[in-house]
T-cell receptor, first 111, second 109 residues
């Protein structure tokens, strides 16, 4: 069974901190995705990657960056955290043209 | 650009009633996927529709893809409390995979 693991279930950070959210998948999937989910706004795509060292901007990339140095790992970076980045962050992976498999999510609070 | 609307945003039903959510696009979709997210959980894949006019069934769930491939629906017959959650469509927009806004279903026993 596909396993997508996000490093933290809950995280509290301070404004201005650099924050790393890690995601690892064990199914050798080419595609990986980062979403944030907010009440009333659904799931919004931040960044995605279709291969190692490849990244593409989603709909809301501002204030975020990503890193994909290895196929199984896709990291989301908040360069300087702000309170409007408080949210639930979901990572997903898939092989091309196949369903996405999600991690359990990281609920991030920026104080 | 492509606009996909998912409606309704919320639906409250009595257990045993039917439920339908729709995703409507202004342009033709190559395919569409449906996901379910239980409260406190993460989205889980339900089905993918590819062909024009396609209809697929999973027990009490019926999924349709319109003839013009611009519309899709998820219909639940005789809802149960286990159907509670948010249902999302997922579509391809210029190489990006985009989720619809979601329909939150609540079921009153």
């Amino acid at each position: 069974d596909v396993k997508v693991t996000q490093s933290s279930r809950y995280l509290v950070k301070r404004t201005g901190e650099k924050v790393f959210l890690e995601c690892v998948q064990d199914m050798d999937h080419e595609n990986m995705f980062w979403y944030r989910q907010d009440p009333g706004l659904g799931l919004r795509l931040i960044y995605f990657s279709y291969d190692v060292k490849m990244k593409e901007k989603g709909d809301i990339p501002e204030g975020y960056s990503v890193s994909r140095e290895k196929k199984e790992r896709f990291s989301l970076i908040l360069e300087s955290a702000s309170t409007n980045q408080t949210s639930m962050y979901l990572c997903a992976s898939s092989s091309p043209h196949n369903p996405q498999h999600f991690g359990d999510g990281t609920r991030l609070s920026i104080l | 650009g492509q606009q996909v609307m998912q409606i309704p945003q919320y639906q409250h039903v009595q257990e045993g009633e039917d439920f339908t959510t729709y995703c409507n696009s202004s342009t033709t979709l190559s395919n569409i996927q449906w996901y379910k997210q239980r409260p406190g959980g993460h989205p889980v894949f339900l089905i993918q529709l590819v062909k024009s006019g396609e209809v697929k069934k999973q027990k009490r769930l019926t999924f349709q893809f319109g003839e013009a491939k611009k519309n899709s629906s998820l219909h639940i017959t005789a809802t149960q409390t286990t159907d509670v959650g948010t249902y999302f469509c997922l579509y391809n927009q210029g190489g990006k995979l985009i989720f619809g806004q979601g329909t939150e279903l609540s079921v009153k026993p």
